[in-house]
């Protein structure tokens, strides 16, 4: 498998316009979660995603920030309008179901770095 | 309640020496502690996992100790070597709950050649 894939691994943006962040999953993970990190706050869970349904979007900033999971194999962040203080790198992350694991963890895409100006 | 209290933020150490990076919690519902390593450029990657029910798991050279009472927990790596530099997150998760894993703020290890 070649493991989560996100795109575009970076993005440079001009404040007030829409961004899009796109991640595939690894195949057969039911959960999908979406991170903010920055130096200032570290690894911050924006939302998760379990069979394609959003279970918990309390991390999500603002309304600015809107996720979807149309289906098991592709999942987008979107910011619009888009912020300076947006400037971070997101992270998808999948896992499987932890009940059926011994040693449970999430296998975290690359990234993709945001700044916006 | 739900957080993850890491320190240090960074940490230098010899080759050859033992980095120590310590992590405290409060929920005592968590019953999972992962440890994630960071590369530059790369996104954090399991390293080890313990659960509260064993009071130190080994794997090479990388050992976490867990103190339930305490509600602390630490990653010591032994013999750190150059490759070992990187950030490290110390988590806690409640397994099948909300399947959440919290992660601490991160210590940034350089180990010296």
């Known amino acids: 498998d070649a493991g989560v894939i996100q795109s575009p691994r970076h993005e440079v943006t001009e404040m007030g316009q829409e961004v899009t962040l796109r991640c595939k999953p690894i195949s057969g993970h039911d959960y999908l979660f979406w991170y903010r990190q920055t130096m200032m706050r570290g690894l911050e869970l924006l939302i998760y995603f379990n069979n394609n349904v959003p279970i918990d979007d309390s991390g999500m900033p603002e309304d600015r920030f809107s996720a979807k999971m149309p289906n098991a194999s592709f999942s987008t962040l979107k910011i619009q309008p888009s912020e300076p203080r947006d400037s971070a790198v997101y992270f998808c992350?999948?896992?499987?179901?932890?009940?059926?694991?011994?040693?449970?963890?999430?296998?975290f895409g690359s990234g993709t770095r945001l700044t916006v100006v | 309640q739900q957080q993850v209290k890491q320190s240090p933020q960074s940490l230098i150490v010899q080759k050859g020496g033992i980095s120590i990076i310590n992590c405290a919690y409060e929920n005592t519902a968590f019953d999972y502690f992962p440890w994630y390593q960071q590369f530059p450029g790369k996104g954090p990657a399991l390293l080890i996992a313990?659960?509260?029910?064993?009071s130190e798991k080994k794997e090479g050279r990388f050992t976490i100790s867990f103190n339930k009472s305490a509600k602390q927990f630490s990653l010591h790596i032994m013999d750190s070597q150059p490759g070992d530099s990187a950030t490290y997150f110390c988590?806690?998760?409640?397994?099948?709950?909300?399947?959440?894993?919290?992660f601490g703020k991160g210590t940034r290890l350089h180990i010296l050649p």
């Open positions: 992350a999948s896992s499987s179901d932890p009940r059926r694991q011994l040693s449970y963890g999430y296998t």
């Open positions: 988590a806690a998760s409640i397994r099948g709950r909300d399947d959440k894993i919290i």
């Open positions: 313990i659960r509260p029910d064993v």
